[in-house]
Structures are given as structure tokens and as C-alpha cells.
């Protein structure tokens, strides 16, 4: 862990004296990023990326599962509370 705080530390210093910008793109990094000088940084920022591809993946694969089980009651309620948005309304008291 320590090799890797001081690895951060580095990579800011140099980010900050080769005048990169201050949010580029995870690809621009890895592009710009030394990999033999800072090899944990450059698996953290593979990792990013990974996380990335998956989390979109993973998150298109429940919306259509979400909406293929929706039962007619739950689109009838959701329906309602669309009409009734002006209402302020309790879970408990229905």
C-alpha cells in the first residue's frame, strides 16, 4: 500500500510538471502514463476501466430484466403515482 501512495505521489508531481490536463480521459492516462515507472498506478487505471464496461453491462442486463417482470399491478401503481406526482404521498398509508 505504501509503494502505491508513493507511486500516486509521483504521478501527481509529474501530472503537474508536463502540464496534463487537470480531468482527461482514463485512456489519455493510460496513453500518457509510464508503465515500467509506475506499474501499480497503471493497474489502477486498467482496473477503472474494467469497472467501467462492466458496471454498463451489468446495469443493462437488470433494466431489461426489471422491465420484462413487471406485473400489471406495479405498471398500474406506477401509472397512478405518474397522474398523482402533483400529491405527495405515503408508502404506509396506502
Known amino acids: 500500500m505504501e509503494t502505491l501512495h508513493r507511486e500516486c505521489q509521483r504521478w ?3 501530472c ?4 496534463i490536463p487537470s480531468m482527461p480521459s482514463l485512456e489519455t492516462t493510460l496513453l500518457a502514463l509510464p508503465e515500467d515507472l509506475y506499474p501499480k498506478v ?6 477503472l476501466l474494467l469497472l467501467q ?19 400489471t399491478e406495479r405498471l398500474s401503481g406506477l401509472g397512478f403515482m405518474d397522474v398523482q406526482r402533483d400529491r405527495e404521498m405515503n408508502a404506509n398509508s396506502c
Open 16 to 19: 503537474k510538471q508536463t502540464q
Open 42 to 47: 497503471a493497474r489502477c487505471f486498467h482496473l
Open 12 to 14: 501527481k508531481f509529474r
Open 53 to 71: 464496461i462492466s458496471t454498463a453491462s451489468a446495469m443493462r442486463r437488470l433494466k431489461t430484466y426489471l422491465r420484462s417482470t413487471v406485473t
